[in-house]
């Protein structure tokens, strides 16, 4: 396409949101800005926002999806906390995220959508467009749905299918807005309506009608431009969490020459994990979808012990069902990898929406002193990451491991550093292939510094054994009800998750003034918010340290020497207070609890304030 001789204003960073019905395409154009916005080059981060309804009340608040994104010419580390531009597509769009937006940001309206039954549906009494509600912003009134129908009168298509076209026209429009290509956006509607050519011509035609209404409209007297962040050099790609979780598990398949099976029932937000493994085949990769969460998790553990690195995958209702067999796990000591993509609860709760609230489920929630380890990603790309650690773990420790993502880190999106395969290290499974007891094999004997048992595959001859539920004699593995010997094994148990802590880097502080009496102390998807608060306080004069958990069980060695090290310890969750109570019941730490359960991530302006307020305090 293209450009125009307008005026090109630079800018450092943009935070757009698209909201509409659920049924207008907000996501999938929030994804193909996020793409295009990826190939420049800028650092970005995303906040998808659906509803939970697959269809809710068309026009009515319920039915509100939005897709919010972040993107600069330098490194950030959240999606935003306010949008600088709204492209609300219907009443109920603008009247869901008014409250969000600052005095003078850029409203692009849907006139078309504004009428007297849909003004009603969200209790409007007045046309916000008239009233005088929206006096404060800059409201770029736009007929999109009219236009683009106008601009579909040629093809052979019908005037519903035309009016769907609208997200293309409005991304089109933003595209030109913001200076992203179109290339790929036109690559995608190719092979997206590759069998519907009358559809695909309609929809790369809206799309760029929209932009040359941006050329040619005189209510943009000028277009922005964000520049590519300055980044390392390699290989990136836009990646979500899911698929990079997905991604970390193959990774660690491959590494440790294990066939990877994954037993899952499709839940949300973690169902992607199980899409994207299913596309693998070509790794070794099994997919089982289960008919319920209970025979997803017993076809994983069934795999473990068949030599398999055993993954099940589920959001908080699932890790209720799969507790009784992650105690099974514990007990017969075998790798299994559990995946909890976290949402807001209780009970079905809110599927669509982001929580940290398992913490405690997944340390304690089960019967019996059944430990477990818990690894938790900070980050989307992170997520490869976590996943990665969490497999070296089980293997090596002979383990369930608990991986904790949740519903942002799921969805939300940033650029991704693709590693370099043969950069990662490898991870031994260490099968016994022989006996280790005077001719016997004793599936119970341990390494002495992992404390791990060994793993032997059904079939090795000679190293036929039996393993369950019941408690075992130490080193024969034998039944045993002896009260001394359950002791034993439970503090066995216990030592052995404990000695991971050995294997894993410490706690790090991020301190630049080293002056800090304040620490923020954060687990998970709170990374990001934590961090750019900090930023934020260090802007404004003050000093503030940051320090973030990757695993929570068991705690990094130095954990106590780090907490102990500031006067105040101020830790924010997605949750009434888990880490905190740990925290203050392991390391007697009178830890501040700021917490939040509104299924959406903190924003950086919340939690600068509270920051800036504990230091005032001292």
């Not at 290509?181 to 509607?189: C, K, R, S, V, Y």
Request: proline letters at 7%; hydrophobic letters at 40%; charged letters at 20%.
């Amino acid at each position: 396409m293209s450009t125009d001789a307008k005026a090109v204003v630079p800018l450092g960073h943009v935070v757009i949101r698209f909201a509409g019905d659920s049924g207008d395409g907000m996501q999938l154009t929030g994804d193909r800005f996020t793409s295009e916005t990826a190939g420049l080059g800028n650092d970005l981060s995303t906040l998808p926002d659906f509803p939970a309804e697959i269809r809710a009340p068309a026009g009515t608040l319920p039915g509100v999806s939005a897709f919010q994104l972040h993107f600069a010419d330098h490194d950030i580390m959240t999606p935003g906390d306010r949008p600088d531009v709204l492209v609300a597509m219907n009443p109920a769009a603008l009247k869901a995220n008014l409250k969000d937006l600052r005095a003078g940001c850029t409203l692009i309206v849907n006139t078309d959508e504004f009428t007297k039954r849909n003004l009603e549906k969200v209790d409007y009494a007045s046309n916000p467009l008239e009233d005088g509600t929206l006096d404060s912003y800059d409201v770029q009134a736009i007929g999109l749905t009219s236009m683009t129908v106008e601009a579909l009168s040629g093809f052979d298509i019908t005037k519903k299918d035309a009016e769907r076209a609208k997200n293309m026209f409005a991304l089109g429009l933003l595209c030109w807005l913001y200076s992203r290509p179109t290339q790929g956006t036109i690559d995608f509607l190719k092979a997206k309506f590759a069998k519907k050519p009358e559809i695909l011509a309609a929809n790369i035609a809206a799309f760029e009608a929209g932009w040359s209404f941006g050329e040619t409209t005189e209510s943009f007297a000028v277009r922005y431009e964000v520049k590519p962040a300055p980044m390392r050099a390699g290989l990136y790609r836009n990646i979500t969490g899911n698929p990079a979780l997905a991604y970390g598990l193959i990774a660690a398949s491959q590494q440790s020459g294990l066939p990877l099976f994954l037993g899952s029932y499709p839940i949300t937000p973690a169902s992607d994990i199980l899409h994207e493994l299913s596309k693998h085949k070509n790794f070794g990769v099994v997919t089982f979808q289960a008919e319920d969460e209970i025979a997803g998790i017993g076809a994983a553990l069934g795999a473990a012990y068949g030599g398999a690195l055993g993954v099940t995958t589920t959001s908080g209702p699932g890790i209720a069902l799969k507790s009784e067999t992650i105690g099974l796990a514990v007990s017969l000591e075998l790798p299994l990898i559990v995946v909890d993509v976290q949402r807001g609860g209780p009970s079905t709760g809110l599927p669509t929406k982001t929580e940290q609230a398992d913490l405690l489920q997944a340390m304690f929630g089960r019967n019996g002193e059944a430990p477990v380890p818990i690894v938790a990603p900070r980050s989307p790309g992170d997520c490869f990451d976590a996943a990665f650690e969490a497999a070296r773990i089980a293997i090596t420790y002979r383990t369930p491991v608990l991986l904790l993502s949740d519903g942002y880190l799921a969805n939300g999106s940033e650029p991704w550093a693709v590693p370099d395969a043969a950069s990662l290290p490898a991870i031994d499974p260490g099968f016994a292939t022989e006996p280790n007891h005077d001719g016997e094999f004793w599936p119970y004997l341990r390494d002495s510094e992992t404390l791990a048992r060994p793993w032997a595959v059904p079939g090795t001859p000679g190293l036929e054994h039996r393993i369950g539920g019941l408690e075992k004699a130490d080193g024969s593995g034998n039944i045993s009800y002896d009260p001394d010997n359950h002791d034993h094994m439970v503090r066995l148990r216990q030592a052995k998750v404990e000695a991971i802590a050995r294997s894993i880097g410490p706690l790090e502080v991020d301190d630049p003034s080293g002056e800090a009496r304040v620490l923020v102390l954060g687990w998970g998807s709170t990374y990001g918010p934590i961090g750019a608060a900090c930023r934020a306080v260090r802007a404004e004069g003050g000093n503030v340290a940051q320090a973030h958990l990757r695993h929570l069980n068991p705690f990094p060695a130095n954990t106590a020497e780090v907490l102990r090290a500031y006067d105040r310890v101020i830790i924010p969750e997605m949750n009434l207070g888990q880490l905190a109570l740990l925290i203050r019941g392991r390391f007697l730490v009178d830890a501040i609890s700021y917490n939040q359960v509104r299924g959406m991530p903190f924003t950086s302006e919340e939690l600068a304030s509270t920051i800036t307020d504990v230091i005032e305090s001292l």
